[in-house]
Each structure stands twice: as structure tokens, then as C-alpha cells.
């Protein structure tokens, strides 16, 4: 018997028993289960040299396409940059005062505007490190905090590997190319993934444009839009985009990193090396990768206490039936069209004994015929109980014993 669920609708499916009992013991003989995404459709559709895509909320690999090989972050490193800031800073309302020092040897870097003796506070820099990607900024974050720019640096490294990225070394605060200076698209996803857990960061990267207070040389305040955010016209299609960061050097081509929330799915991307050739397609190829998931859906294939399967118990003088349910919610990430099945090898009847009998089935969830989830199912069949019917199965047992 199997158990076809797609989308809330459930319907039975009728298969041989003896079948139906041999694919499920085949698949745990072999315990073959692979949670791994068919997108390799996706892969060839996106402009990336490297790409890493995961759900947040179940910690699912979407796609994987060299996520692991060394790239240059550009100016993906001011996610890292800004990160450190905020945990470092008690106080976002503090000002700063923009000294010379924080503004030397950036004539190659984009920069927000802020001007030698202006008091910004931490929160503007932070704006203006995430929105026009403001290497002044990001600076000026560094020699606040630390002093200097390099004792910043052994921070922002120091930081790095507490959360886990161990295949990455920052040599600066604002993703100007560096030979030493090289992270992994995983790596990146990482880092990523911490960071929009803080409030505060989540809210500076996804917004749009912002104006700081009045400054000495700009007296109706700075005003701050977002590289990212700005990049795409009204046409442009990502559904359920958030905010994220890109980055661009010659070495590192066009670089990006951004979050979406859609369909109880809080998807994370990561991608890489991609030429400029006349488009900007790191946009392109986002809108191409939500536009993908948009058809997905973060739900319940199986839930907890759901019927399974019903039963027939015979007793030695009648028949009744039984139901078991499904013991543990089973919960993915499914494109729209996904076929979904759960099969048991569980019996179709029993027969009563003159003890209690325990037995273990096994259910398995199929996604497309693939293996994705295997549960045991615990079976207790209980004992005879009218008297007649036990001296029976007694007598039916010694006769057996006998012969």
C-alpha cells in the first residue's frame, strides 16, 4: 500500500504486497537515503563560475557548484567588515571623527563621501559601508575601533574563524584585490548565514537608500544608496529578495550576496566570477535563481500522527481493525511538481497468538522514487482474549509441537 501525499491532497495506491515489502527492505538494507537537489537544470541556467545556495530554515543544500574552491570576495568583505563593527560597538550612536588616516590610499575604492572632520555616528558608517559599498566608511569603522586599520584586520580574522570559515584570510577592510586576500563561496555562505540572524545588520543591508544627519560639508546630510539594492529596474524579477552585498575587482569578476524569504524558505546565496561582457550578471543571475525557487515550498511531506496505514487483527471467532499513524513529522524544501510517496511494508492482517506480539516495520518516503526519509513503525498485535479462543490456539499450538 502506498500513501501518495503531494501538496496537502492524499490519495491511496494500490501495489503488490510482496513489492511493496521488497523496496522497503531494500532501502534499509542499503539505507539509501539522498537528501541531495536535482538542480542541475539551475547550474547550467546561472552565469557563475562558483555558486552556493542553502535554505536556512532546514539547513538545505540547494545547489553546490565549486562552492568549496578559493575565489576573491571583493567587496563581499564589507559584510565582514560590518559584522565585527556591530558586535564590537556598544553604542551605534557614538560618533567618529573622519580623520585623514581613514581615508588614505583609497583612490582605487568606491567610497560613501564622508569628509576629513565630519562626526558620523557608527550607525552611518555602517550605512555607508553597506549601502554605496563605502570604503571610507569601513576604514574609519577600523581605526575607531582598534586604532588602526591592520589591528582591525587581525579582528575581522580572528572573527572569521570563530564562525567557522577556515578557508579564508582578509588582508583589508574593503575587498580591494589582494593575492592573500580569498575566501570560498561556503565560506561566504557562512558568514552569511550568521549575519542575518543579528536585527540590526539585516536591517542595514536591505535597505535602500538612507540620509545621515547633518555632516560639516554635507549640511542636508549624506545621502546613501545602495548599490545593490538600487541595481535593478522595476521590471526586474526577484521574488521574495531581501538585501544582501556585491562585490566587483577585474580578479574577482562580479561577486554577490544576498537573502530571500519566500514560501517558509529563507534562502541564502553565494556566487561568484562572473563577467561583466556588457551585463551586470550576478543581477541577472539572481533574479534567474529565485525566480527558480519561487515554484519550491518549504512543507511537511509526512506530519506527525497522520493515518498510515489500517489493519485487519483476526481473532480465533472474528476480525476487527486497526490503525497506526505516522510517528515523526518529515519536512522539505519540493518544487511544485514534486511526486511524493510513502510506502510500508506493513501487513494488510494479523493474527491473534496467545501473547502479545511486538513487531518493527519500516515506512519510507519517496521524492520522485528517491529516498528521502526512513522511519521505523512500531506494531503491537495483542493477545486472545476470549477464553474458547486461547484453549484453541493452546490446543492448535501442542498439536503443532506434537507433529
Given at each position: 500500500?502506498?500513501?501518495?501525499?503531494?501538496?496537502?491532497?492524499?490519495?491511496?495506491?494500490?501495489?503488490?504486497?510482496?513489492?511493496?515489502?521488497?523496496?522497503?527492505?531494500?532501502?534499509?538494507?542499503?539505507?539509501?537515503?539522498?537528501?541531495?537537489?536535482?538542480?542541475?537544470?539551475?547550474?547550467?541556467?546561472?552565469?557563475?563560475?562558483?555558486?552556493?545556495?542553502?535554505?536556512?530554515?532546514?539547513?538545505?543544500?540547494?545547489?553546490?557548484?565549486?562552492?568549496?574552491?578559493?575565489?576573491?570576495?571583493?567587496?563581499?568583505?564589507?559584510?565582514?567588515?560590518?559584522?565585527?563593527?556591530?558586535?564590537?560597538?556598544?553604542?551605534?550612536?557614538?560618533?567618529?571623527?573622519?580623520?585623514?588616516?581613514?581615508?588614505?590610499?583609497?583612490?582605487?575604492?568606491?567610497?560613501?563621501?564622508?569628509?576629513?572632520?565630519?562626526?558620523?555616528?557608527?550607525?552611518?558608517?555602517?550605512?555607508?559601508?553597506?549601502?554605496?559599498?563605502?570604503?571610507?566608511?569601513?576604514?574609519?569603522?577600523?581605526?575607531?575601533?582598534?586604532?588602526?586599520?591592520?589591528?582591525?584586520?587581525?579582528?575581522?580574522?580572528?572573527?572569521?574563524?570563530?564562525?567557522?570559515?577556515?578557508?579564508?584570510?582578509?588582508?583589508?577592510?574593503?575587498?580591494?584585490?589582494?593575492?592573500?586576500?580569498?575566501?570560498?563561496?561556503?565560506?561566504?555562505?557562512?558568514?552569511?548565514?550568521?549575519?542575518?540572524?543579528?536585527?540590526?545588520?539585516?536591517?542595514?543591508?536591505?535597505?535602500?537608500?538612507?540620509?545621515?544627519?547633518?555632516?560639516?560639508?554635507?549640511?542636508?546630510?549624506?545621502?546613501?544608496?545602495?548599490?545593490?539594492?538600487?541595481?535593478?529596474?522595476?521590471?526586474?524579477?526577484?521574488?521574495?529578495?531581501?538585501?544582501?552585498?556585491?562585490?566587483?575587482?577585474?580578479?574577482?569578476?562580479?561577486?554577490l550576496a544576498y537573502w530571500a524569504e519566500n514560501h517558509d524558505m529563507k534562502i541564502l546565496t553565494v556566487t561568484a566570477k562572473a563577467d561583466i561582457d556588457g551585463?551586470?550578471?550576478?543581477?541577472?543571475?539572481?533574479?534567474?535563481?529565485?525566480?527558480?525557487?519561487?515554484?519550491?515550498?518549504?512543507?511537511?511531506?509526512?506530519?506527525?500522527?497522520?493515518?498510515?496505514?489500517?489493519?485487519?487483527?483476526?481473532?480465533?471467532?472474528?476480525?476487527?481493525?486497526?490503525?497506526?499513524?505516522?510517528?515523526?513529522?518529515?519536512?522539505?524544501?519540493?518544487?511544485?511538481?514534486?511526486?511524493?510517496?510513502?510506502?510500508?511494508?506493513?501487513?494488510?492482517?494479523?493474527?491473534?497468538?496467545?501473547?502479545?506480539?511486538?513487531?518493527?516495520?519500516?515506512?519510507?518516503?519517496?521524492?520522485?522514487?528517491?529516498?528521502?526519509?526512513?522511519?521505523?513503525?512500531?506494531?503491537?498485535?495483542?493477545?486472545?482474549?476470549?477464553?474458547?479462543?486461547?484453549?484453541?490456539?493452546?490446543?492448535?499450538?501442542?498439536?503443532?509441537?506434537?507433529?
Open positions: 500500500m502506498i500513501i501518495a501525499l503531494c501538496f496537502g491532497l492524499l490519495r491511496f495506491v494500490t501495489r503488490e504486497d510482496k513489492e511493496v515489502e521488497t523496496v522497503v527492505e531494500r532501502m534499509y538494507e542499503t539505507s539509501d537515503i539522498d537528501l541531495s537537489y536535482e538542480t542541475d537544470d539551475l547550474k547550467e541556467d546561472i552565469n557563475r563560475t562558483y555558486a552556493y545556495i542553502i535554505d536556512l530554515n532546514g539547513k538545505e543544500v540547494l545547489l553546490d557548484k565549486q562552492s568549496e574552491e578559493q575565489i576573491y570576495p571583493a567587496s563581499m568583505t564589507k559584510i565582514l567588515t560590518a559584522i565585527v563593527a556591530i558586535e564590537s560597538c556598544s553604542d551605534l550612536q557614538a560618533e567618529v571623527l573622519i580623520t585623514e588616516e581613514m581615508l588614505a590610499g583609497l583612490w582605487e575604492a568606491s567610497v560613501a563621501g564622508f569628509a576629513v572632520g565630519e562626526k558620523p555616528t557608527v550607525e552611518e558608517l555602517l550605512y555607508g559601508v553597506a549601502l554605496p559599498s563605502g570604503a571610507d566608511a569601513a576604514n574609519a569603522l577600523a581605526c575607531y575601533i582598534d586604532g588602526s586599520v591592520s589591528q582591525y584586520i587581525e579582528r575581522m580574522n580572528n572573527f572569521a574563524s570563530s564562525i567557522g570559515m577556515s578557508h579564508s584570510h582578509f588582508m583589508n577592510t574593503t575587498g580591494l584585490h589582494d593575492q592573500e586576500h580569498y575566501t570560498t563561496c561556503r565560506d561566504m555562505e557562512t558568514l552569511l548565514e550568521y549575519c542575518v540572524q543579528n536585527p540590526v545588520f539585516a536591517k542595514i543591508f536591505s535597505t535602500s537608500k538612507f540620509t545621515t544627519r547633518p555632516l560639516a560639508y554635507h549640511p542636508d546630510g549624506l545621502e546613501l544608496d545602495s548599490t545593490f539594492m538600487n541595481s535593478f529596474s522595476d521590471d526586474f524579477t526577484a521574488p521574495g529578495l531581501v538585501g544582501g552585498k556585491t562585490g566587483y575587482t577585474n580578479p574577482a569578476g562580479l561577486c551585463h551586470y550578471k550576478h543581477i541577472l543571475d539572481m533574479s534567474t535563481i529565485l525566480n527558480y525557487f519561487d515554484s519550491w515550498e518549504r512543507k511537511p511531506l509526512i506530519s506527525e500522527g497522520d493515518p498510515l496505514k489500517t489493519y485487519t487483527i483476526n481473532t480465533v471467532n472474528d476480525q476487527y481493525e486497526e490503525s497506526v499513524t505516522i510517528p515523526e513529522s518529515f519536512v522539505r524544501d519540493i518544487p511544485s511538481d514534486a511526486n511524493i510517496e510513502v510506502v510500508t511494508n506493513i501487513p494488510d492482517s494479523f493474527n491473534t497468538a496467545l501473547n502479545r506480539q511486538e513487531y518493527v516495520y519500516q515506512m519510507a518516503v519517496l521524492q520522485d522514487g528517491k529516498v528521502v526519509n526512513l522511519q521505523d513503525i512500531p506494531v503491537s498485535i495483542p493477545s486472545e482474549k476470549k477464553f474458547f479462543g486461547r484453549v484453541r490456539l493452546w490446543f492448535d499450538a501442542l498439536f503443532s509441537k506434537n507433529q
